[in-house]
Nanobody, 124 residues
């Protein structure tokens, strides 16, 4: 049974850092692209970052470039999203998603499997 479980969310002050994790199970993790998405209250879910299956090439939304870093540890079936210089507008539920493939995309409709999400709140 394929499963994605996010963790690491919480409350952080503006300018602070947080690292969220996505642990996968039940599938051949290193053949899958992994994406991070977020959804703020009243807004549509949007792509934040993704990392490809083999070469670990990465993509970032312009809103997080230079502040967020995605990485993966295939031995641990885990993808991380390091978030630095956080802003109140980064507040959202963060989801990871998986799709088998070679090049990753920030288009949410291309992903087949989703986690339940972890809340990130940036506030003073």
């Amino acid at each position: 049974q394929l499963q994605l479980v996010e963790s690491g969310g919480g409350l952080v002050q503006p300018g602070g850092s947080l690292r969220v994790s996505c642990v996968a199970s039940g599938f051949a993790f290193d053949f899958y692209n992994i994406g991070w998405f977020r959804q703020a209250p009243g807004k549509e879910r949007e792509g934040v970052s993704c990392i490809s299956s083999r070469r670990s090439s990465t993509n970032y939304d312009d809103s997080v470039k230079g502040r967020f870093t995605i990485s993966r540890d295939n031995a641990e079936n885990t993808v991380y999203l390091q978030m630095d210089s956080l802003k109140p507008e980064d507040t959202a539920v963060y989801y990871c998603a998986a799709v088998r493939g070679y090049y990753c995309s920030l288009q949410l409709l291309t992903y087949d499997y989703w986690g339940q999400g972890t809340q990130v709140t940036v506030s003073s």
